[in-house]
């Protein structure tokens, strides 16, 4: 081996271990996020979400539609996978997140309620302990 060859496996040493070494540091922000008060957790793991899926999406994109292409062709076959599993996965997305603030709400409405009245009773018609508090109706009744 020439020095010149020495040299440059040395600095290749050197990328890759500075690219683990920032790799492994950036995976180690979300243990971060235990330390963060409530009211900016909440805004950091917003943002740390949208950094993971695109993450996620840069791998898929990068490394095995490539692949893909490859195996099948350059078809719009492999294009059409990735963009149809990439909107399937945000419907389910979608879904789940509607989901838990449906749920959410309910909660609401019922910590809000001393009363044990069935929540569409709620819906339809102001209840005694409204009419005994002068008359304040649901905020969901008619009016």
């Avoid at 569409?120 to 102001?126: D, G, R, S, T, V």
Wanted: aromatic content about 6%; hydrophobic content about 45%; some cysteine.
């Amino acid at each position: 081996m020439s020095l010149n060859d020495n040299r440059t496996l040395l600095e290749t040493g050197l990328w890759i271990l500075g690219s683990g070494i920032l790799m492994s540091c950036v995976g180690l922000i979300g243990a971060l996020l235990l330390f963060l008060k409530a009211s900016w957790r909440k805004k950091v793991e917003k943002i740390m979400v949208a950094f993971a899926a695109g993450t996620l999406m840069s791998g898929a994109l990068f490394h095995m539609l490539p692949h893909t292409v490859d195996k099948l062709g350059n078809t719009m076959t492999p294009y059409t996978l990735f963009v149809g599993g990439i909107l399937s996965f945000l419907l389910l997305e979608q879904f789940i997140h509607n989901q838990l603030l449906r749920r959410e709400l309910r909660a609401r409405r019922a910590a809000t309620c001393e009363c044990e009245c069935h929540e569409a009773f709620h819906a339809m018609l102001p209840h005694e302990h409204a009419r005994a508090e002068g008359g304040v109706r649901s905020s969901r009744a008619p009016r």
